[in-house]
């Protein structure tokens, strides 16, 4: 039995990719946040996005709570998959699991920004922090016994004729309890208020004339926001510098402050102050 891990930080999109990398590198089996998949179905364990808190949501990944790794250590040796593929968030963690499951040492790790672009990852990291969206890669069919009365949405359906195709599996969204709580709105004049913060808070800008935000989306989805700046900067400085610096500040008090992904940041300078020596 062989060993391959995809590992990447959290919501950048490894469950959404696990079937096709599963399926590229020929492995039989999976296993992702605490449940070991197989031909679309569980076959043991417990998703760790069962649990009620983020701690305890950890602990099941790595299968440190009672009782968990002997029951999927035993359906391991019963279904003897050819090649199995551990899905975590570090290189320590695949191998923390592998050596918990005894499993044979990982002959290949995948990072996922070797096969995803760093766009497709924020647009995961944005379901997965605005919208408290996880993905499992299971038939939504195969979580009903386990997910009974959590909003579970078929991501990926594949026609029962098309054989070939239905062998890669279906996806499903789910909202576990530790990571959705409702809906969070945050109007533009807050964006607006975090930016003038910055800007007035910069002393080569004279004056700020006016802040827009601009949402950004695909059909109903929204993807982020851009920002829009107008400024009348003090006469003495290399302007393209400052307004690089100003950009980068603003971007990152906003994503930091909001959870938002900021796209673009555009200041245009309107004018130039130059202080008037009395002689």
């Known amino acids: 039995m062989d060993v391959i891990a995809l590992v990447g930080p959290s919501g950048t999109g490894k469950s959404h990719r696990a079937l096709q990398v599963a399926r590229e590198h020929e492995a039989d089996a999976i296993i992702d946040d605490g449940i070991l998949i197989k031909d679309g179905h569980i076959i043991a364990g417990e998703s ?22 002997a029951g999927v250590r035993e359906a391991i040796e019963q279904i003897h998959p050819h090649r199995i593929l551990v899905i975590g968030t570090s290189e320590n963690m695949v191998q923390k699991i592998a050596k918990t499951l005894d ?28 919208e408290g969206k996880h993905i499992i890669p299971v038939p939504t069919i195969e979580l009903k016994p386990h997910f009974s009365g959590w909003l579970i949405n078929p991501l990926q359906i594949f026609k029962q004729s098309d054989v070939k195709r239905r ?62 700046c107008e400024i009348v900067l003090n006469y003495g400085s290399h302007i393209p510098t400052l307004i690089r610096r100003t950009q980068s500040n603003i971007r990152d008090a906003v994503e ?14 309107r004018a130039l102050y130059v202080e008037q020596r009395v002689r």
Not at 54 to 68: S, T, Y
Not at 105 to 130: F, W
């Open 103 to 130: 499993l044979p040492a990982i002959q290949q790790i995948i990072r996922i920004e070797d096969i995803a672009s760093r766009r497709e990852m924020e647009a995961a990291q944005y379901h997965r922090l605005k």
């Open 48 to 69: 760790a996005k069962t649990e009620k808190s983020k701690i305890m949501a950890v602990r099941r990944a790595i299968f440190v709570l009672p009782g968990h790794a």
């Open 167 to 228: 062998k890669l599996g279906e996806k499903s969204i789910v909202r576990p309890v530790f990571s959705y709580y409702g809906k969070l709105t945050i109007e533009d004049r807050v964006i607006q208020a975090i930016t003038e913060r910055i800007l007035k808070g910069r002393e080569y800008i004279k004056s700020l004339k006016r802040v827009a935000v601009q949402h950004v989306s695909k059909g109903e989805e929204e993807r982020g926001i851009k920002i829009t």
């Open 256 to 269: 930091y402050t909001t959870g938002m992904i900021v796209h673009a940041v555009d200041i245009s300078v």
